[in-house]
């Protein structure tokens, strides 16, 4: 049996201070979990939030990092400084940074083999554009991204990766895919995956669904054979609501 992995995307909200304080609102909240919990947060939260912590069952992630370990890249943060400060996950070609920071699927692919190598866990985005949708080329589309996302791993480490189904037009909309439409998509996903490395890595990899979960749908699209929990955008920001999604 998958586990089931319920992480937050902050993306660029919060500050350290406000960071500590969600920290310790949601210990408790999601202490009786079997989930693994995540919180994917700005790099200046990191620290403070790896400290906090410490001792509870809360994992904490960086929303991206360079594929080189250190050079001449001004503004960039490696993914051997994350190890460095003990941060456990980042996340990886979310559609924002394909869209708004040139992220390409050959990038994608350079950090995610960084990642691995600094022993970070990659969450890697993949997901259609409404257009794409509307052509009928999501499958087309999502798994080309895995692949690409995943070229030149070793079984092992694409054991070691999770994968993020997040279709584009459902981020930040309100509108989710069906439980079903995203188990299909998450399922040919994990088809493709069985193609190239093999069912046990298949039946092995955790494949999350994200775009628009809340508190009120995380249930049905949590229950389905193939999703294996969320990544969380909005309704990561205020703890109570978060936990409910972890406790769905
Ligand atoms: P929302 O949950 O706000 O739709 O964002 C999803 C997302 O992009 C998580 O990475």
Redesign the pocket.
């Known amino acids: 049996m998958r586990k089931k992995v319920i992480?937050g995307?902050w993306?660029m909200n919060k500050n350290p201070e406000e960071a500590k304080k969600y920290l310790e609102e949601l210990k408790p909240l999601v202490e009786n979990t079997e989930n693994e919990v995540i919180i994917?947060a700005p790099f200046i939260d990191l620290k403070c939030l790896v400290k906090n912590s410490k001792g509870s069952n809360i994992k904490i992630g960086a929303q991206n990092m360079h594929f080189e370990d250190a050079g001449a890249y001004t503004g960039e943060i490696s993914g051997s400084m994350l190890k460095s400060i003990g941060v456990e996950y980042v996340?990886i070609g979310?559609?924002?940074r394909r869209q708004y920071f040139a992220e390409t699927d050959e990038t994608v692919n350079k950090k995610i083999k960084s990642a691995l190598k600094n022993e970070l866990k990659p969450i890697v985005?993949v997901g259609e554009t409404l257009e794409q949708k509307e052509e009928g080329l999501t499958q087309e589309v999502i798994t080309k991204q895995t692949k690409l996302a995943l070229e030149g791993l070793t079984k092992e480490q694409v054991e070691n990766t999770i994968i993020?189904y997040?279709p584009i037009w459902?981020?930040?909309?309100?509108k989710t895919a069906t439980s079903d439409d995203a188990n299909n998509s998450i399922k040919s996903i994990r088809e493709e995956i069985c193609k190239i490395y093999g069912q046990n890595v298949a039946n092995r990899v955790i494949i999350q669904y994200?775009?628009?979960?809340?508190a009120s749908n995380a249930k049905e699209l949590f229950t389905t054979s193939d999703i294996d929990g969320?990544?969380?955008?909005?309704?990561?920001l205020k703890p109570d609501e978060f936990a409910k999604i972890v406790n769905y």
């Open positions: 992480a995307n993306k994917c996340i979310h559609s924002e985005c993020a997040e459902a981020i930040g909309t309100g994200g775009g628009s979960v809340k969320g990544l969380v955008g909005g309704a990561s």
